[in-house]
């Protein structure tokens, strides 16, 4: 007659360790990797609020209007906006009429990056409507 040993449940010492030891080192890649990822965050969440606060311009406003806003307040006391929103990095939006980016000189909107400073390079950098734009559309 065999006898079986009957298996021990539960891990050992060295595989709990082991296991420790993964999960630190993908921790310390998560915090690492974080930062960076929250800033492309940022850049993409504000170059759609610029296309959002585009389309309230160029629709909302202009159409009823027929002209463009000298300020970014005019929406306000137009009532076409409520309250104007800031960029990811809570800095307000820089509106120029008859600005000089847009090839269509309408009107610049513009959000100075993460240092909220003009120029800069990376985060820092402006960002700007229509410099990330699909050329595929026609002001006529």
Not at 56 to 61: A, E, H, N
Not at 81 to 95: Q, R
Not at 102 to 130: C, F, H, V
Request: charged share 25%; glycine share 8%; with cysteine.
């Amino acid at each position: 007659m065999q006898y079986r040993k009957k298996r021990e449940q539960g891990f050992t010492l060295v595989e709990l360790m082991a296991v420790l030891f993964i999960i630190s080192i993908l921790a310390g890649v998560v915090i690492f990797v974080n930062p960076f990822v929250t800033d492309d965050a940022r850049v993409t969440a504000t170059k759609l609020q610029i296309n959002e606060l585009c389309k309230v311009i160029d629709t909302d406003y202009h159409n009823k209007f027929s002209k463009y806003p000298d300020s970014l307040q005019d929406l306000i006391s137009k009532n076409v906006l409520k309250e104007i929103p800031k960029d990811s990095w809570g800095n307000d939006f820089v509106y120029i009429k008859g600005g000089t980016y847009n090839g269509a000189g309408k009107y610049d909107l513009i959000s100075l990056g993460a240092d909220n400073a003009e120029g800069g390079t990376g985060y820092d950098a402006d960002i700007i409507n229509n410099h990330f734009k699909e050329t595929t559309d026609t002001d006529e």
